[in-house]
C-alpha cells in the first residue's frame, strides 16, 4: 500500500517489515560506512527509505567537514528533507549501522520519523537503549519506532576493524598533532601520489610534521666501494604555492635514478605537512631555516633550488632570499623552469633576476566562507585548460573551510618577502630552462625530465671544473 501517510503518522509497515527487507536496507548503509572507512572517518553509514525506494544515503563525514554534527544520520536527513522539500518525514524510515547518538536522535523525533532500524549498539553514546533511550519517553517522542540489531554482527566487525587499524597507526605514530595545527586525512589524498616521508624530529618544526619524497643518489652498479661521480649536491625541487610535492611526481618517477639525489618537500602549510593554524605562522626565513635542516637531516650539503616560474605566483625568490642569507655556501644555484615555449636554456644574467611580484590571487580572507574552495579559486586563478587531475591534486589537502583558510594564509603570508632585493646569486649560479607544453590541457606543462637531467648534470660538471661552487 502506497498510500501517503500522514506526516504525524507512524508507518506501521515499517517497523513489521520482514528481516530480509531490512538487511537488504542494512547492507546499502554498509556500503557506506566502508566508503566512510575508506576516507578515514569513523565507519558509519545511513540510508533513508520512503515508499520502499531509496531516498537518500550518506555516511558519516565530520573530520573532512570539520563538522561535529556531520553523522551518516544527520547527513542523510538533511538530504532527504531537501529532496522532498519538507523538513518533516513522517513516512521515511533510517537505516543507519550504529545506534544512533542523541544529538541524531533529536533529528529523528524533530522530522518525525516512521522508524529507525540500526545495527550495532554504542555502549558510550547510543540514545536508542544503550546510554539512555529516547525513543522510548513518553514526553519526547510519539512517533519513531525503533528496530534494534539488524545485521549487527556486520556492522560492529567494520568498526572493530576501523579501530584496530587506527590504533595500529597511532601506535607508530610518533609525530602527534599540535593543538594548534591541522593535519589532512590520509584519505583525502585517495588521487594523490603515495605518501613519501614524515618528519617532525627538525628542531625547527617545533613538533609540526613535514613531509618530504626523497630519491637518494645511488653508487653506480658492479663497483663495490664506488664513489659518487659528484658530490652530493641535491636537486631540491620547490613546489608552486599553489601546489605541492605532488606536482613533481612525474619528474620525479622520471628523472634518471643515480646521479645526485632528489629531494621535494611539502612546505608546512602545504600538501601532507602539518598546517599551522597560527596566522602570522608563514615566514620565509622560517621556511629557509626548515629546509636547511632537512637537508642536514638527510646529509646533503649542498643543493640546487629547482622552481616553477612565471605560472602563478612563486615562493621561490622569497626563499632563495633567505637561503642565501642564512647559509650562502650551501645553495649551488636556482633551475628556473618557465612555460614559455620560445625561451632554450641560457644563463640568466644576474640583473634580469625577478623583479619584485604583485600579488596574484585576487583573495582576502574575508572573502571566504563556509563554501570556500581551494579547488574552485584555482580554477578561477588557473588559466582555462588547466589539468583537472592536476587541480583535483592542488585541492585535495585542503578537504575543508578551515583547511582552506591555512592555505589561503600561506598564500598571502609567505610571500611576504617577495619585494626583497634581487637574489645575490652570482650570474653562473642562475638557470633557466622552458619547459614545452605537452599540450593545451597540461598546462603549465609537466618538467622533462631529460632536460632537467641533462642541465643539472652540465651544471654539477661547470662547478667541478670551474671551483664556482663555494664563495
Ligand atoms: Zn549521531
Same mark, same amino acid.
Given at each position: 500500500?502506497?498510500?501517503?501517510?500522514?506526516?504525524?503518522?507512524?508507518?506501521?509497515?515499517?517497523?513489521?517489515?520482514?528481516?530480509?527487507?531490512?538487511?537488504?536496507?542494512?547492507?546499502?548503509?554498509?556500503?557506506?560506512?566502508?566508503?566512510?572507512?575508506?576516507?578515514?572517518?569513523?565507519?558509519?553509514?545511513?540510508? /533513508?527509505?520512503?515508499?520502499?525506494?531509496?531516498?537518500?544515503? =550518506?555516511? =558519516?563525514?565530520?573530520?573532512?567537514?570539520?563538522?561535529?554534527?556531520?553523522?551518516?544520520?544527520?547527513?542523510?536527513?538533511?538530504?532527504?528533507?531537501?529532496?522532498?522539500? =519538507?523538513?518533516?518525514?513522517?513516512? +521515511?524510515?533510517?537505516?543507519?549501522?550504529?545506534?544512533?547518538?542523541?544529538?541524531?536522535?533529536?533529528?529523528?523525533?524533530?522530522?518525525?520519523?516512521? +522508524?529507525?532500524?540500526?545495527?550495532?549498539?554504542?555502549?558510550?553514546?547510543?540514545?536508542?537503549?544503550?546510554?539512555?533511550?529516547?525513543?522510548?519517553?513518553?514526553?519526547?517522542?510519539?512517533?519513531?519506532?525503533?528496530?534494534?540489531?539488524?545485521?549487527?554482527?556486520?556492522?560492529?566487525?567494520?568498526?572493530?576493524?576501523?579501530?584496530?587499524?587506527?590504533?595500529?597507526?597511532?601506535?607508530?605514530? *610518533?609525530?602527534?598533532?599540535?593543538?594548534?595545527?591541522?593535519?589532512?586525512?590520509?584519505?583525502?589524498?585517495?588521487?594523490?601520489?603515495?605518501?613519501?616521508?614524515?618528519?617532525?624530529?627538525?628542531?625547527?618544526?617545533?613538533?609540526?610534521?613535514?613531509? #618530504?619524497? #626523497?630519491?637518494?643518489?645511488?653508487?653506480?652498479?658492479?663497483?663495490? =666501494?664506488?664513489?659518487?661521480?659528484?658530490?652530493?649536491?641535491?636537486?631540491?625541487?620547490?613546489?608552486?604555492?599553489?601546489? !605541492?610535492?605532488? !606536482?613533481?611526481?612525474?619528474?620525479?618517477?622520471? /628523472?634518471?635514478?643515480?646521479? #645526485?639525489?632528489?629531494?621535494?618537500?611539502? /612546505?608546512?602549510?602545504?600538501?601532507?605537512?602539518?598546517?599551522?593554524?597560527?596566522?602570522?605562522?608563514?615566514?620565509?626565513?622560517?621556511?629557509?631555516? *626548515?629546509?636547511?635542516?632537512?637537508?642536514?637531516?638527510?646529509?646533503? $650539503?649542498?643543493?640546487?633550488?629547482?622552481?616553477?616560474?612565471?605560472?602563478?605566483?612563486?615562493?621561490?625568490?622569497?626563499?632563495?632570499?633567505?637561503?642565501?642569507?642564512?647559509?650562502?655556501?650551501?645553495?649551488?644555484? !636556482? /633551475?628556473?623552469?618557465?612555460?614559455?615555449?620560445?625561451?632554450?636554456?641560457?644563463?640568466?644574467?644576474?640583473?634580469?633576476?625577478?623583479?619584485?611580484?604583485?600579488?596574484?590571487?585576487? *583573495?582576502?580572507?574575508?572573502?571566504?566562507?563556509? $563554501? !570556500?574552495?581551494?579547488?574552485?579559486?584555482?580554477? $578561477?586563478?588557473?588559466?582555462?585548460?588547466?589539468?583537472?587531475?592536476?587541480?583535483?591534486?592542488?585541492?585535495?589537502?585542503?578537504?575543508?573551510?578551515?583547511?582552506?583558510?591555512?592555505?589561503?594564509?600561506?598564500?598571502?603570508?609567505?610571500?611576504?618577502?617577495?619585494?626583497?632585493?634581487?637574489?645575490?646569486?652570482?650570474?653562473? $649560479?642562475?638557470?633557466?630552462?622552458?619547459?614545452?607544453?605537452?599540450?593545451?590541457?597540461?598546462?603549465?606543462?609537466?618538467?622533462?625530465?631529460?632536460?632537467?637531467?641533462?642541465?643539472?648534470?652540465?651544471?654539477?660538471?661547470?662547478?667541478?671544473?670551474?671551483?664556482?661552487?663555494?664563495?
Amino acid at each position: 500500500m502506497n498510500s501517503p501517510t500522514p506526516a504525524s503518522m507512524p508507518s506501521p509497515s515499517a517497523a513489521a517489515m520482514p528481516d530480509a527487507g531490512h538487511a537488504h536496507w542494512m547492507r546499502l548503509a554498509l556500503a557506506e560506512a566502508e566508503q566512510a572507512a575508506a576516507e578515514g572517518e569513523v565507519p558509519v553509514g545511513a540510508v /533513508l527509505v520512503r515508499d520502499g525506494q531509496l531516498l537518500a544515503r =550518506n555516511h =558519516n563525514r565530520t573530520r573532512q567537514l570539520a563538522d561535529p554534527s556531520a553523522h551518516a544520520e544527520m547527513l542523510a536527513l538533511r538530504e532527504g528533507a531537501a529532496q522532498l522539500g =519538507n523538513h518533516r518525514l513522517g513516512d +521515511c524510515t533510517l537505516y543507519v549501522t550504529l545506534e544512533p547518538c542523541a544529538m541524531c536522535s533529536g533529528a529523528v523525533f524533530q522530522a518525525r520519523l516512521a +522508524c529507525v532500524v540500526f545495527g550495532a549498539s554504542e555502549p558510550k553514546t547510543g540514545a536508542a537503549g544503550s546510554v539512555l533511550d529516547l525513543f522510548a519517553h513518553p514526553g519526547l517522542n510519539h512517533h519513531t519506532q525503533l528496530v534494534r540489531g539488524v545485521l549487527a554482527d556486520e556492522c560492529a566487525a567494520l568498526l572493530e576493524q576501523f579501530f584496530q587499524q587506527r590504533r595500529r597507526q597511532q601506535a607508530q605514530a *610518533i609525530q602527534p598533532l599540535r593543538d594548534d595545527a591541522l593535519r589532512t586525512p590520509e584519505a583525502c589524498f585517495a588521487p594523490c601520489p603515495a605518501a613519501g616521508h614524515y618528519t617532525s624530529a627538525l628542531p625547527e618544526l617545533q613538533g609540526l610534521r613535514l613531509h #618530504y619524497q #626523497y630519491l637518494p643518489e645511488s653508487l653506480p652498479q658492479g663497483l663495490p =666501494n664506488a664513489q659518487p661521480a659528484q658530490p652530493r649536491t641535491a636537486l631540491l625541487l620547490l613546489h608552486p604555492p599553489w601546489h !605541492w610535492s605532488a !606536482w613533481w611526481a612525474p619528474l620525479l618517477q622520471a /628523472l634518471p635514478r643515480g646521479a #645526485y639525489p632528489v629531494l621535494a618537500p611539502d /612546505l608546512v602549510g602545504w600538501g601532507r605537512s602539518d598546517k599551522p593554524k597560527k596566522s602570522p605562522w608563514h615566514d620565509a626565513a622560517r621556511h629557509a631555516r *626548515i629546509l636547511l635542516q632537512l637537508l642536514d637531516a638527510l646529509g646533503l $650539503r649542498q643543493f640546487t633550488l629547482v622552481s616553477l616560474e612565471g605560472a602563478g605566483p612563486s615562493l621561490a625568490p622569497a626563499l632563495l632570499q633567505a637561503l642565501a642569507q642564512a647559509e650562502p655556501e650551501r645553495l649551488a644555484g !636556482w /633551475l628556473r623552469l618557465l612555460p614559455a615555449q620560445k625561451m632554450s636554456e641560457q644563463k640568466m644574467p644576474a640583473q634580469s633576476a625577478p623583479a619584485a611580484q604583485p600579488p596574484l590571487w585576487p *583573495i582576502a580572507p574575508g572573502r571566504m566562507d563556509k $563554501r !570556500w574552495c581551494v579547488a574552485a579559486h584555482l580554477r $578561477r586563478c588557473l588559466p582555462a585548460g588547466t589539468d583537472a587531475a592536476l587541480l583535483q591534486q592542488a585541492a585535495a589537502p585542503y578537504p575543508s573551510a578551515a583547511h582552506a583558510r591555512h592555505w589561503l594564509a600561506a598564500q598571502l603570508q609567505a610571500p611576504a618577502h617577495l619585494a626583497a632585493p634581487p637574489i645575490a646569486l652570482p650570474p653562473q $649560479r642562475q638557470w633557466q630552462l622552458a619547459l614545452q607544453p605537452a599540450g593545451p590541457a597540461a598546462w603549465p606543462g609537466l618538467p622533462p625530465p631529460q632536460a632537467i637531467d641533462a642541465a643539472h648534470r652540465r651544471w654539477l660538471a661547470h662547478n667541478a671544473a670551474g671551483g664556482a661552487c663555494g664563495q
